[in-house]
């Protein structure tokens, strides 16, 4: 049994490299077909508007500071 894949013959070679398309090619299909499925439309009836509040003071110190 050979473990190497620099002495391995052109049989071998030709495997890994089918083997490596078919997964490259269901990963990209499946990746493909989940992004086909998703809704990523964006009206303006289902957007939703977000008003900032009011400003935030964030210290590390126990304190509170007041702006």
Known sequence: ??????SADRATHRKIVIVALVAGIAIAGLGISARRN?????????????????????????TSTVR
Not at 1 to 6: F, K, P, R, V
């Open 38 to 62: 998703a809704d990523f439309s964006q009206t303006a009836q289902t957007n939703h508007v977000v008003k900032a509040g009011k400003p935030v003071a964030i210290t590390s110190s126990e």
């Open 1 to 6: 049994m050979n473990h190497s894949i620099h």
